[in-house]
């Protein structure tokens, strides 16, 4: 069973385990196009990610497609944290809800 709870602005997540899998980042704003990512973890096309969805216990698999820079809209292929705030754009495969967890396999 997964536990969620809000911790000020960030989503915290208490479940078991999963060595194979690291945070990838916060889903900051969802836009059916190219929803904003805070991110913890550098983050390249190609990756294999899953959204974690409160209180339910399957997760969203997706693979990144591509990646945009949140400031000039342009194309990326990779983005290293470097920066408390740093942010990518990229397309989500279902509706998310601001706050909402992402993680990136291993």
Not at 2 to 23: A, H, K, Q, T
């Amino acid at each position: 069973e997964i536990g969620v709870r809000l911790v000020g602005s960030e989503m915290c997540i208490r479940d078991r385990y999963n060595p194979n899998y690291e945070f990838g980042g916060i889903i900051a704003e969802y836009n059916e196009e190219k929803s904003l990512i805070e991110i913890k973890n550098k983050l390249k096309i190609g990756d294999e990610m899953e959204i974690i969805i409160p209180h339910q216990i399957e997760t969203v698999n997706f693979k990144i497609e591509q990646l945009w820079d949140p400031e000039t809209d342009e194309k990326i292929d990779h983005v290293n944290p470097g920066r408390a705030g740093q942010c990518v754009k990229m397309k989500l495969p279902i509706k998310c809800q601001n706050g909402w967890i992402i993680r990136r396999k291993k």
